[in-house]
């Protein structure tokens, strides 16, 4: 049986590790794939007008009709669920081919993409036996889906069979299928992997958290030191990289597993790499450990200033001592670090971004700052606290749950006009920190400049960032700015000269 898989934004180890699995079978698969060049899901240049010029949904469609599939998977998240809908839609009215939809939104709002006409099939959770499982009653013709994890219709109504339990070894998945995105990801500069399952907190806002309340707090799990480096040992051979990308939630929570890991990296894989972090996990032995095995970069979760808002809204329990704690200690090992910061929370003010400012001024080996917007997730708990506080109302929640949203990177729902501007000056400010002199940080919050910074156009703030990253010897952005011509030649082939 033949599956396409579509999806829009960065490299996908879920589909991936799915296309592996359906391989191993005997099925043949497929991906329409569309990077989203200039659009909601790229952070590092948005530009709508750009993004119109470089849209490939009619290269998808066209795609996915030359792929003659049985069966078109989409992975959505909240952000591109409106996308896949519409191409959805048009395969359906042109082809009538078979739909399945999967992925966090699928799991977080069911009800609300099950009754999409476009959508056939539905998976909540884990699709790693409910996707082969309906691929092969669907080969089999059979149409017998009495599958765990599956919604399906069936005479007008909705069929909602149980959820399954997670699966329990994730050493028994097999190795992904990087070869699904070759065309367009580059291995040989940058190797994604993925060491563990889950996270172990339950952030407010977090759709990890979600999933501990479905499969609960034992759903998080790593991967044995032997299954990662087997991974990393075959493709080395195979791509030849020169860096890698842990892009586990949390990376060093085990020291005893980190130990053996790094041991093994330094001597076997030898490449640099970057990786997240919480900071309460960080001490002066892990983060030598870290440096010495190639680590160039981690990235942390601080998102505000404000422990308040920090503990009482997000639910998040590390402190600023632990975080400026964790900052000094890579510092003294000299450990660039990037700075997750959230703009947008429930009950923020402006002496909470002058606070930040005071605060990240401090810090030496700090890489860059990476600004988002607090994005509403469906049936996340920090909803409630939104709607207690009026930021948004039964209208906005209904269109979180249809993906009527952009990414956490461009939408926010402030509604006061001061606090907006306010926020928009801070978010360009914060980008443009790492190389702003303090003495300058000093006289720009003493004489409140910063609300100036609203002002700068966009594209001196997208220079000023490329001068941080060259000020940081970044080497993920120098990836980034590889990328963009070689995309941007293929998307106007496959768009004008096909």
């Known amino acids: 049986m033949k599956v396409t898989f579509v999806h829009l934004g960065r490299e996908h180890l879920g589909i991936e590790y799915l296309s592996s699995i359906l391989k191993t079978a005997g099925h043949e698969v497929d991906l329409a794939y569309d990077p989203g060049l200039f659009g909601p899901e790229d952070n590092v240049f948005n530009i709508p007008f750009l993004e119109s010029i470089f849209d490939q949904k009619k290269n998808i469609i066209a795609a996915v009709k030359q792929s003659s599939p049985d069966l078109v998977a989409f992975t959505i998240y909240t952000s591109t669920y409106q996308w896949a809908r519409d191409i959805a839609r048009i395969l359906k009215k042109e082809t009538g081919v078979t739909t399945v939809f999967g992925g966090i939104h699928a799991t977080l709002v069911p009800e609300t993409v099950i009754k999409d006409d476009s959508v056939d099939f539905l998976v909540v959770g884990e699709g790693y036996h409910a996707l082969p499982e309906l ?28 959820p399954r339990p997670p699966v329990s070894e994730l050493d028994s998945l097999p190795l992904p299928d990087k ?10 500069d940058d190797y994604m992997i993925i060491t563990s ?21 034992n759903y998080f799990q790593r991967r044995s030191v032997g299954s990662v480096m087997e991974e990393l040992t ?23 597993w980190i130990k053996e890991l790094l041991g093994r990296y330094r001597k076997e894989i030898g490449v640099p790499f970057r990786c997240f972090g919480k900071v309460t996990n960080l001490d002066d032995e892990i983060c030598r450990m870290l440096k010495e095995s190639g680590c160039y970069c981690i990235e942390f979760g601080m998102q505000t200033v404000n422990q308040t808002l920090k503990k009482e809204v997000l639910h998040r329990n590390e402190t600023n001592r632990q975080a400026l704690e964790a900052y000094r200690t890579c510092d003294r090992n000299r450990l660039n670090y990037d700075i997750d910061h959230m703009f947008g929370l429930p009950g923020e003010k402006e002496k909470d971004h002058i606070d930040g400012l005071i605060f990240y001024n401090k810090l030496k080996y700090l890489n860059r700052i990476k600004c988002h917007n607090l994005t509403y997730f469906p049936c996340m708990k920090i909803i409630e606290t939104a709607q207690a506080e009026n930021i948004l109302d039964e209208t906005d929640i209904k269109n979180i749950h249809q993906g009527k949203i952009s990414t956490f990177f461009h939408t926010d729902f402030i509604k006061n006009k001061k606090l907006k501007q306010v926020k928009d000056g801070f978010n360009k400010l914060y980008k443009l920190l790492p190389i702003i002199p303090s003495f300058l940080i000093s006289l720009i919050i003493k004489f409140s400049l910063y609300r100036f910074f609203r002002l700068i156009p966009s594209p001196l703030i997208i220079l000023g960032q490329l001068l941080v990253a060259v000020k940081g010897r970044d080497y993920r952005y120098i990836i980034y700015l590889k990328y963009y011509p070689l995309r941007i030649k293929r998307s106007l082939r496959n768009k004008f000269f096909k």
Do not use: H, P
């Open 135 to 162: 691929v092969e009653s669907l080969s089999s013709n059979t149409e017998t889906f009495n599958i765990d994890n599956l919604w399906y219709k069936k005479n007008g109504s909705i069929i909602r069979n149980d």
């Open 179 to 188: 070869s699904l995105f070759e065309k367009d990801v580059n291995f040989e």
């Open 197 to 217: 399952r889950g996270c172990v907190f339950s952030c407010s806002y977090c759709c990890e958290s979600f999933m501990n309340g479905m499969y609960g707090r």
């Open 234 to 256: 075959v493709m080395k051979q195979k791509y030849n990289f020169k860096e890698v990308m842990f892009n586990d939630a949390l990376f060093f929570t085990d020291k005893k």
